[in-house]
C-alpha cells in the first residue's frame, strides 16, 4: 500500500511503518498545497493518507475520488507523543477501504 505522510505529520514516523510504501508530502513536492487539493494530488499516486489534521475530513468528504484517509487524533504533533499509538495506526492502514476516513483516537 502507498501512504502519504501529511506534512503535519512527523517525518520520523515513516519508519513505524514499514510495511507501507511511504512518502512525505515534502517529497512529492507537495507542501503548502492544502487539504482539498492535497487529496485530489494524492489520489492519481496513493491509497492512503495519513495526518493529524482533523479538519482534512471535510476536504475528503467532498472529494469524489477512493483515496482513504486514517486520521490520527492525539492534539499534538510531538514525535514523542504520537509513537505510542503508531500500532494503531498500522491497523487502521491495513484495514481502511478504498475511499474510507478512519478516525484513531488516542
Known sequence: MRVLLDECVPRQLRHD???FEVK?????G??????????????SQ?????????????????LLK?????????GTTDPVRLRPHMPKVRAALQ??????????DA
Open 17 to 19: 511503518l514499514p510495511e
Open 24 to 28: 512525505t508530502v515534502q517529497e512529492a
Open 30 to 43: 507537495w507542501a503548502g498545497v492544502k487539504n482539498g487539493a492535497l487529496l485530489e494530488l494524492a489520489a
Open 95 to 104: 484495514a481502511v477501504k478504498p475511499g474510507q476516513l478512519v478516525r484513531v
Open 66 to 74: 477512493p483515496i482513504a484517509v486514517v486520521i490520527l487524533s492525539v
Open 46 to 62: 496513493f491509497d492512503a493518507v495519513f495526518t493529524v489534521d482533523r479538519g482534512i475530513a471535510a476536504a475528503h468528504a467532498a
